[in-house]
């Protein structure tokens, strides 16, 4: 299985983003799906999840109402809408697979993970 994450940038305060997770390998409407980031110095934080069908979805305290994470199966992509962006959101955004097809907010949970892809947010 392999995770490419795409859409990461440079963006003002208040804009918006959205980011890609095209998966390749396996069978990808069976699984669940995170979006984790990282900034420099910190640990790896929960963002979002969406089980294998986009019938359930979590999301960390830090973005709740201004990010929502959807899947298109016929796609095999997964995608992460983050909007009223804050410099805080600044990191290194990571998309990851699990097997077990639901919604998880622990990295222990996933199999498979992206590279990543910067999000850069200037005040």
């Known amino acids: 299985v392999q995770l490419k994450e795409s859409g990461g940038g440079l963006v003002q305060a208040g804009g918006s983003l959205r980011l890609s997770c095209a998966v390749s390998?396996?069978?990808?409407?069976?699984?669940?799906m995170g979006w984790f980031r990282q900034s420099p110095g910190k640990e790896l934080e929960f963002v979002a999840a969406i089980n294998w069908s986009g019938g359930s979805t979590k999301y960390g305290d830090s973005v709740k109402g201004r990010f929502t994470i959807s899947r298109d199966n016929a796609k095999n992509t997964v995608y992460l809408q983050m909007n009223s962006l804050k410099p805080v959101d600044t990191a290194v955004y990571s998309c990851?697979?699990?097997?077990?097809?639901?919604?998880?907010?622990?990295?222990?949970?996933?199999?498979?993970w992206g590279q990543g892809t910067q999000v850069t947010v200037s005040s």
């Open positions: 990851a697979v699990t097997w077990y097809g639901g919604a998880y907010s622990h990295t222990g949970a996933y199999n498979y």
């Open positions: 390998g396996g069978t990808f409407s069976n699984y669940g």
